[in-house]
T-cell receptor, first 112, second 112 residues
């Protein structure tokens, strides 16, 4: 079942913060986050596992609330390079039999 | 060195034709995937192969036939192309959780 992302789109000025949410109606094993720039391939940002810790690098971090089956991606002090479509992907299990199902994406635009 | 490479990058063809897309990864990953991204940017899994063996086959028309001659290659052959097949097709590979997917640059298929 497809995870639900919100918001669908967000517009920021450089230096502002944003939060993108991803929720599932099913118990999750992992949540992935990807960023896709226009005309390019999705690029892996990070993965959060059931029972794992909050992840992050530089100014982009994420959390996973197992009780609510929700994940949030935090972008702080946004830069122009953060613009793109952000996708969360969810797995119900950890083996190769489990597929990564993506949400519909959140279009993030960072303006100067 | 390109990690996941797809050819061709663009494909324009007439309805009813048969076409193939090739994918190769040099990351040593065991699992490879085909995803379809439609005009609304929705990424949907089509097939998954683990070490040359078909693992996931979503509800894809029989006109689509994947082939994996070895674990580094996954090709997609499409018969009797239809207008609705127009999309960007992404190949991806993974070494499994807790690692993310690495996507190829995509093949934009346009059926006229």
């Amino acid at each position: 079942q497809q995870p639900v992302q919100s918001p669908q789109a967000v517009i920021l000025r450089e230096g502002e913060d944003a939060v993108i949410n991803c929720s599932s109606s099913k118990a999750l094993y992992s949540v992935h986050w990807y960023r896709q720039k226009h005309g390019e391939a999705p690029v892996f940002l990070m993965i959060l596992l059931k029972g794992g810790e909050q992840k992050g690098h530089e100014k982009i971090s994420a959390s996973f609330n197992e009780k609510k089956q929700q994940s949030s991606l935090y972008l702080t002090a946004s830069q122009l390079s953060y613009s793109g479509t952000y996708f969360c992907g969810t797995e119900l299990g950890g083996g190769s039999n489990y597929k990564l199902t993506f949400g519909k994406g959140t279009l993030l635009t960072v303006n100067p | 060195d390109t990690a996941v490479s797809q050819t061709p990058k663009y494909l324009v063809t007439q309805m009813g034709n048969d076409k193939s897309i090739k994918c190769e990864q040099n990351l040593g990953h065991d699992t490879m995937y085909w995803y379809k991204q439609d005009s609304k940017k929705f990424l949907k899994i089509m097939f998954s192969y683990n070490n040359k063996e078909l693992i996931i086959n979503e509800t894809v028309p029989n006109r689509f036939s994947p082939k994996s001659p070895d674990k580094a290659h996954l090709n997609l052959h499409i018969n009797s192309l239809e207008l609705g097949d127009s999309a960007v097709y992404f190949c991806a590979s993974s070494q499994g959780t807790p690692y993310g997917y690495t996507f190829g640059s995509g093949t934009r298929l346009t059926v006229v």
